[in-house]
C-alpha cells in the first residue's frame, strides 16, 4: 500500500525536526515538508533548511516564496493602521502564520494530502491560527500536531532526535526564532518568566553599530518607496533594506507582553527595527497630512484589525471591508520623513510633505492666526460650549 502523505509546515528548526522524524517513523506517513518564506530566509538559508529535510527523511521538500504576497495583502495595512499590539508589538510572528498556513493549506490540496501537520505546542497562539485557517480552506483534511498532542518539553524534543541519531546545534535550539520581513521573534525559558530578559547573544543579530545616522526616508500614499535617494521597485525590498541598516543598532528589540487566543498570558521577545521605524515614521506623516477624524478612526479601526488579524481570522470578511477604509486614508499620505539612529533607539526628526496641513499660511500654533480673527474666535469658543452650559443651567449645576 501507498504510504499517506501529510504535508509539514517545516522551518528547519527543533519542533519540526521532531515532527519530521515523527511522522515518517513512528507514524508511517509519506511527508512532504514546506516552508513557506515571508521574506526571513536567505538563498543559502533556505539551502540548508532544504538539506536538513532531506536528512530527517522527507520525500519532497518545497519552497514557496510569499514575501511580496504577504506585504500587499497584509503588511501594508498593518502600516497604514501603524498596528502595534498593545502599543508595543508589531505582528511580526502572528501576522506571517496567517500567509504561512493558507500557503500549506493550498499545497495540500495541490498535492492531494490526506493531512496536514504543524509543530505548534498547546500553549500558544500559533496552534490556533495554523487550525483554525486549515479548517477553513481544507476541512475535509486532517491536523496532526505531534508536541501539541505528546506534550513534549524542548529537553525531550532534544532527547528523542539524539535517540535517533540527528546532529543539530541543540544549545541554539533552546531558542524558538522565527524570522520573517516583518520581524524576528525570540522564545526560551527567560520569556516564560514574568521577570527575566533575554541574554545578549540570543538575540539573533547583534549590536555592530552606534554612531548616530540620520536617514530620509519616502513615502507615498503610506508605501516606503525609497531610502536616502534610493528607489525600490517593490515596498518589500525598501523594508529589507531598513532592516540591513537599523538591525545592528539594536533597534527594535522588546519582550512584547499580551493575551493569548487561549486566554492566558503571555512573553515573547522580538527584533523588528525596519517595522518599528517604519510605523512611527509612518504614523507622524500621517498626523500632520491627515485631519483629526481620519486619525481617530483610523485609530479606532485599525486597533480591530490588529487584534483580529492576532487571533488568525484574516480570512473574516470584516478584514476587507476595514483594509478598504485603511487604503483610502492613504491617498495624501506621501513624503519625506527624517530619521536618526543611534545605538538601541531612533527618533523621528520630522516630515516635508505637500499635503503637510500644519502650513504657516492658515497660522501658526501659539504664535500667529492668519485665517481667523479674535473675534472669530470669541463666537465659535461661546456656541462649542452652548449645550453643556444649557445643561449645567437647567440641573442647576455651578
Known amino acids: 500500500m501507498d504510504k499517506k502523505k501529510v504535508v509539514l509546515a517545516y522551518s528547519g ?106 509543530g505548534s505546542t498547546g500553549a500558544g497562539n500559533d496552534q490556533v491560527r495554523f487550525d483554525m485557517i486549515f479548517n477553513i480552506l481544507v476541512p475535509e483534511v486532517e491536523i496532526i500536531t505531534p508536541i501539541r498532542d505528546l506534550k513534549l518539553s524542548r529537553e525531550e524534543e532534544i532527547e528523542y532526535l539524539k535517540k535517533h541519531g540527528v546532529e543539530m546545534n541543540f544549545e541554539k535550539a533552546k531558542y524558538s526564532i522565527n524570522k520573517g520581513i516583518w520581524g524576528t521573534s525570540v522564545g526560551g525559558k527567560e520569556t516564560l518568566t514574568s521577570h527575566l530578559g533575554l541574554p545578549e547573544d540570543a538575540w539573533p543579530t547583534q549590536v555592530t553599530s552606534s554612531e548616530p545616522k540620520t536617514l530620509e526616508l519616502v513615502f507615498e500614499q503610506g508605501e516606503l518607496k525609497a531610502i536616502d535617494g534610493t528607489q525600490y521597485d517593490h515596498p518589500t525590498k525598501a523594508i529589507q533594506a531598513l532592516q540591513a541598516i537599523a538591525q545592528p543598532y539594536g533597534i527594535g528589540r522588546d519582550i512584547h507582553v499580551g493575551d493569548t487566543i487561549i486566554g492566558i498570558k503571555g512573553r515573547v521577545g522580538f527584533e523588528a527595527a525596519a517595522p518599528m521605524v517604519i510605523i512611527k515614521a509612518h504614523h507622524t506623516l500621517e498626523k500632520h497630512v491627515l485631519t483629526k477624524w481620519q486619525l481617530s478612526w483610523k485609530d479606532q479601526l485599525s486597533s480591530f484589525y490588529g487584534n483580529w488579524l492576532h487571533e488568525g481570522q484574516f480570512h473574516d470578511p470584516i478584514m476587507r471591508n476595514i483594509e478598504a477604509f485603511l487604503t483610502d486614508t492613504q491617498k495624501q499620505v506621501s513624503g519625506k520623513v527624517f530619521v536618526e539612529l543611534n545605538a538601541y533607539r531612533f527618533q523621528v526628526i520630522g516630515i516635508e510633505s505637500d499635503h503637510d496641513l500644519m502650513s504657516n499660511k492658515f497660522g501658526s500654533y501659539g504664535e500667529m492666526n492668519n485665517a481667523w480673527s479674535g473675534e472669530d474666535v470669541k463666537g465659535f469658543s461661546k456656541i462649542f460650549g452652548n449645550q453643556v452650559m444649557i445643561y449645567h443651567k437647567v440641573n442647576g449645576q455651578d
Open 13 to 118: 528548526g527543533l519542533d519540526t525536526s521532531f515532527c519530521c522524524i515523527y511522522l515518517t517513523r513512528d507514524l508511517g506517513y509519506e511527508v512532504h515538508s514546506v516552508i513557506v518564506n515571508t521574506g526571513g530566509f536567505s538563498d543559502e538559508e533556505l539551502k540548508n533548511v532544504e538539506e536538513r529535510a532531506y536528512q530527517m527523511g522527507v520525500t519532497s521538500h518545497h519552497v514557496v516564496d510569499e514575501t511580496e504576497n504577504f506585504y500587499n495583502t497584509c503588511v501594508r495595512y498593518l502600516i497604514y493602521g501603524n498596528v502595534l499590539k498593545n502599543n508595543t508589538y508589531p505582528l511580526s510572528v502572528s501576522a506571517e502564520r496567517v500567509s504561512q498556513a493558507t500557503a500549506i493549506a493550498n499545497y495540500a490540496k495541490e498535492i492531494g494530502a490526506v493531512a496536514v501537520a504543524h
